[in-house]
Every structure is written in C-alpha cells, then in structure tokens.
T-cell receptor, first 120, second 115 residues
Framework: GAGVSQTPSNKVTEKGKYVELRCDPI?????LYWYRQSLGQGPEFLIY????????DSGLPNDRFFAVRPEGSVSTLKIQRTERGDSAVYLC??????????????????FGPGTRLTVL | AQSVTQPDIHITVSEGASLELRCNYS??????LFWYVQSPGQGLQLLLK??????LVQGIKGFEAEFKRSQSSFNLRKPSVHWSDAAEYFC?????????????FGAGTILRVKS
C-alpha cells in the first residue's frame, strides 16, 4: 500500500516568506508526527497529533511554526516569516496509534521522504 | 529527559568485514530503542527495535542489536557488510505515552563501505 507522502519534495524560499509543507499519512493512521532534520543532525521532534488535535507541540521552536490536521488525516506544517536557520529537511511520520502504552503494544512510526526547505 | 549519543560520526569498513555501530541512551525507565537507516534522498527505514524481552534483537538486512541495560547501550552489528549498506544510521529512544510519544534521535553515524 501507499506510504507516507510529503509535498513538495523541495522548497526554496526567501527570508521572511511564508511556507506550507504537506504530509499525507498512511490511511487509517491516527497518530502523525513532524520532525526537523538539520544538516549533520538526527531528526528532532516538533509536534505530535492524535487524530485532529495536537497532543504534544513541545518541539515547535517558536510561534512562527504552526501545524494543523483539521480532518485527522492530512497535516500541514506552516512556517511564517522564514529565517535562514529554518533550512532543514522536514520529516513526517504516521503510526496506527500513539507510540506505546505501558505494558501495551508498540506502534511503529513510518516516515515519509521529507521536504527539503531552503531559505535564502 | 531522554537523550541518545552516537559517538562515531563516520565509520569506514571494508566490504565483507564486520560492523558495530555504538549507541548510548539516557532514560529513566525501560526504553523503546530503535535503529533506523537513511539512504541519500530516502526516508528513514526501521532496521530493528527493542521493546522488551530478549535483549538480542534481529532486524532486516542481516542486522542485529543488543540491549545492555547496565551499560545503557544498544549497539548495532552486522557480521559481513555489503556495499549497499553504505548509508547513515540513527539510533533512537522512544518514551511511553505519558512522557511524550516521540522519538529522540542520535546525531547519526555515516557508514562508508570500501571495496
């Protein structure tokens, strides 16, 4: 079946512009995650959705970053007033449910190919 | 808070040689531990995971990893490396749901394979 897809694959923008990055999770997956991977680093957590609601947005670096998932499927990560430091690969992952529960099953996160954002 | 350390930024091995990639984690409770591989332009692919039980876990592509609680380590191994294994490898720790439901990744180890 289809995996997690992300569009666009590449986005080049100018400092100060607004960008939207889209994630299409695997059908039926209730959990959706956004991570950011800067050059030479591992992915860093940004936000986690369970259904339509953001269950954990503790990784968003500042209020220029916002994400939505209005119907519990597709998610959009929105970045206002982009800065050069926002340049990175933005990864989306989805999972059948949350990561795990005490004593319960573990749900694997399936990652998309990422969107490479370059801010000039 | 959880953290993951991958001490080796780059490793080069000869094709056919054995491989060990190191991973140390910091987490107060029983962790979920993972190894992912990322090839250029590709998404992260799960190689293997440790959740509980047997501390030696087998994964795809001939990889295995051993969880050692006393050393807070989860090193990845492969007995004979193939040229196609050249990629970047990430170790990650996951927390139970009440701690955030996210994966915390190490900085990665780039594996080069020489013929």
């Amino acid at each position: 079946g289809a995996g997690v897809s992300q569009t666009p694959s590449n986005k080049v923008t100018e400092k100060g512009k607004y960008v939207e990055l889209r994630c299409d999770p695997i059908s039926g997956h209730t959990a959706l995650y956004w991570y950011r991977q800067s050059l030479g680093q591992g992915p860093e957590f940004l936000i986690y959705f369970q259904g339509t609601g953001a269950a954990d947005d503790s990784g968003l670096p500042n209020d220029r970053f916002f994400a939505v998932r209005p119907e519990g499927s597709v998610s959009t990560l929105k970045i206002q007033r982009t800065e050069r430091g926002d340049s990175a690969v933005y990864l989306c992952a989805s999972s059948p449910n949350r990561l795990g529960t005490a004593g319960g099953p573990y749900n694997e996160q399936f990652f998309g190919p990422g969107t490479r954002l370059t801010v000039l | 808070a959880q953290s993951v350390t991958q001490p080796d930024i780059h490793i080069t091995v000869s094709e056919g040689a054995s491989l060990e990639l190191r991973c140390n984690y910091s987490y107060g409770a029983t962790p979920y531990l993972f190894w992912y591989v990322q090839s250029p332009g590709q998404g992260l692919q799960l190689l293997l995971k440790y959740f509980s039980g047997d501390t030696l876990v087998q994964g795809i592509k001939g990889f295995e990893a051993e969880f050692k609680r006393s050393q807070s380590s989860f090193n990845l191994r492969k007995p004979s490396v193939h040229w196609s294994d050249a990629a970047e490898y990430f170790c990650a720790v996951g927390a139970e749901w009440e701690y955030g439901n996210k994966l915390v990744f190490g900085a990665g180890t780039i594996l080069r394979v020489k013929s």
